[in-house]
């Protein structure tokens, strides 16, 4: 069984950054594509990036390029999202999820298998 834990959400004013981490343990998602989804309150949840098992690959919302940056350690299985620029409307509870059918990006959540339990990011401005 695989398990996720999200970390390093919080409170930041508009402008500053966070970085949130994904820790995986159990069997290893070395070789499955990992991502990002965000969900705020009353919306559904939106894909915010993804990357490749072996992290040469990534793809991002159109809302989050340019200001966020997935990036991945496999020797640690850890998945990183690092958000620079926040806004507002970035406010929502940020998951992490794995794909183990999958090697590379996708932005589709039911392509997803494993899902952590989310870290609130609010944004003040």
């Known amino acids: 069984q695989v398990q996720l834990v999200e970390s390093g959400g919080g409170l930041v004013q508009a402008g500053g950054s966070l970085r949130l981490s994904c820790a995986a343990s159990?069997?290893?998602?070395?070789?499955?594509?990992m991502g990002w989804f965000r969900q705020a309150p009353g919306k559904e949840r939106d894909f915010v990036a993804a990357?490749?098992?072996?992290?040469?690959?990534?793809y991002y919302a159109d809302s989050v390029k340019g200001r966020f940056t997935i990036s991945r350690d496999n020797a640690k299985n850890t998945v990183y999202l690092q958000m620079n620029s926040l806004k507002a409307e970035d406010t929502a509870v940020y998951y992490c999820?794995?794909?183990?059918?999958?090697?590379?990006?996708?932005?589709?959540?039911?392509?997803?298998?494993?899902w952590g339990q989310g870290t609130q990011v609010t944004v003040s401005s």
């Open positions: 990357i490749s098992w072996g992290g040469g690959s990534t």
């Open positions: 999820a794995g794909a183990r059918t999958l090697s590379l990006p996708s932005r589709y959540a039911y392509e997803y298998d494993y």
């Open positions: 159990g069997r290893t998602f070395s070789r499955n594509a």
